[in-house]
């Protein structure tokens, strides 16, 4: 069975910098593309930031220049690196991969890590 985990949410204030992280764990063969997502209340969840195997990135129009994401292979895990946090930021993220398996390639998701950004 394959687990998403993540990690490193809190509460920081704007202008602030957090970290947070997703570990893939459990039986499978390979780790596709990687992503991170956001969901604010009231709005749909929304891409933030995505890495394939080969390292190419790609990032929403409003975390460019601010959020940094990049993987550890070794550690099967993924980071997002936030800076110059906004309150409008404030989001639970959700780390998504996809996953080969027996089954063949899935999507799976973690459970979601609270961000939060004062103002």
């Known amino acids: 069975q394959v687990q998403l985990v993540e990690s490193g949410g809190g509460l920081v204030q704007a202008g602030g910098s957090l970290k947070i992280s997703c570990v893939v764990s459990?039986?499978?063969?390979?780790?596709?593309?990687r992503a991170w997502y956001r969901q604010a209340p009231g709005n749909q969840r929304e891409m933030v930031a995505t890495i394939t195997k080969d390292n190419s990135t790609n990032y929403a129009d409003f975390v460019k220049g601010r959020f940094t994401i990049s993987t550890d292979n070794a550690k099967n895990t993924v980071y997002l690196q936030m800076n110059s946090l906004k309150p409008e930021d404030t989001a639970v993220y959700y780390c998504n991969a996809n996953i080969l398996n027996a089954g063949g390639w899935s999507p799976y998701w973690g459970q979601g890590t609270q961000v939060t950004v004062s103002s």
């Open positions: 459990g039986s499978f063969f390979k780790v596709g593309t």
